[in-house]
């Protein structure tokens, strides 16, 4: 099943219109309840940018007013509702992202595929730093998830276990590769070593004709 193209690409936009299922809000307790319940540690959130996506859905038909508060002399309150259109698009997009995999292009992903540039060692002492900080990391969202099972049901934080997951899994990940090159039992170790001392590219490391270029 392919990614349909859609109108509004922001997840915030998602987030925003799977609230309003619920009941019709301000841009402000939108923010609030989205924090209130972990999802500022997956989406990010400030009131400014909220306020766009809101505009954004209402001038698409996807939200529209539901009412207008007023309070004395405090300003209005304009508080948006979902509209039909809004909530076929947010089950198809939603949808869409839980069935298909996205062709995303992480960070890390390139660092490693380029991290020939630097000594072995090098390597090892900056994964070093960063398997310190995945661990760090991991044990902080453990705790707040552990906090926030007390007050929320777990199909409200799941996306928060999957996160822990992943950083758990990317952690064990970085342990087994700096192990293999500490030890120096990762294939190739020795050759990348040689490059960093002679200048001299391995030819293992050199692009095969009509194939793949080969990498420490």
């Known amino acids: 099943m392919a990614m349909k193209r859609r109108k509004l690409?922001?997840?915030l936009a998602l987030a925003v219109m799977v609230l309003l299922t619920e009941k019709p809000m301000h841009p402000y307790e939108i923010a609030q309840t989205l924090r209130s319940r972990g999802k500022d540690s997956s989406l990010k959130i400030n009131y400014g940018s909220l306020y766009t996506v809101v505009q954004n859905l209402q001038k698409h038909g996807y939200v529209e007013v539901a009412e207008v508060q007023r309070q004395g002399n405090r300003p209005e309150r304009t508080l948006y509702g979902i509209t039909d259109a809004g909530r076929e698009e947010a089950t198809q997009w939603l949808s869409d992202l839980l069935a298909v995999p996205a062709e995303e292009y992480p960070v890390f992903e390139a660092a490693l595929s380029l991290m020939g540039l630097l000594h072995?060692?090098?390597v090892a002492r900056l994964?070093?730093?960063r398997l310190s900080t995945l661990e760090v990391r991991a044990a902080s969202?453990?705790?707040g998830l552990e906090k926030l099972?007390?007050?929320l049901p777990?199909?409200?934080l799941i996306e928060s276990e999957y996160k822990l997951h992943m950083i758990e899994a990317e952690a064990a990940w970085v342990r087994g590769f700096l192990t293999e090159v500490t030890a120096g039992t990762f294939p190739g170790v020795e050759e990348w070593r040689t490059f960093h001392e002679t200048g001299e590219v391995p030819e293992g490391f050199l692009k095969p004709e009509g194939g793949?270029?080969?990498r420490p």
């Open 141 to 143: 969202l453990l705790g």
């Open 120 to 122: 072995p060692d090098e």
């Open 212 to 214: 793949d270029s080969g």
């Open 149 to 151: 099972y007390e007050t």
């Open 154 to 156: 777990r199909a409200l």
């Open 9 to 11: 690409g922001n997840p």
């Open 127 to 129: 994964l070093a730093e």
